[in-house]
Nanobody, 124 residues
Framework: QILLVESGGGLVSTGDSLRLSCTAS????????MGWFRQAPGKEREFVAG????????DYADSVKGRISISRDNTKNTLYLQMNSLKPEDTASYYC?????????????????WGQGTQVTVSS
């Protein structure tokens, strides 16, 4: 089992940057495929970015490509989401998630563990 704790959210202005972190409790962090999802009020939780176990392969939602970057440091059991050029439509609760398996998944039901989320609010 793995416990995930997100941090780094906050209130920012349009065009600002923010880096989210997700710290994992498990010593086998490197065994998990990791992802970031977000959920805005009244909307479904959606895939933002995913990364494979080594950190060499990533995948992004079309809506964030070029602005957001996912990375991981397996020595620190930590996942990151660097968000640049933030827009009001990026406002949401952001969740990190972990899954067993061999490839990045974009569907939330394929992830086995979830954090509690961190709120990102982008003002216009």
């Amino acid at each position: 089992q793995i416990l995930l704790v997100e941090s780094g959210g906050g209130l920012v202005s349009t065009g600002d940057s923010l880096r989210l972190s997700c710290t994992a409790s498990s010593r086998t962090f490197e065994s998990y495929i990791m992802g970031w999802f977000r959920q805005a009020p009244g909307k479904e939780r959606e895939f933002v970015a995913g990364i494979d176990k080594s950190g060499r392969t990533t995948d992004y939602a079309d809506s964030v490509k070029g602005r957001i970057s996912i990375s991981r440091d397996n020595t620190k059991n930590t996942l990151y989401l660097q968000m640049n050029s933030l827009k009001p439509e990026d406002t949401a609760s952001y969740y990190c998630a972990a899954r067993f398996g061999y490839s990045i998944a974009t569907k939330r039901n394929l992830y086995d563990y979830w954090g509690q989320g961190t709120q990102v609010t982008v003002s216009s």
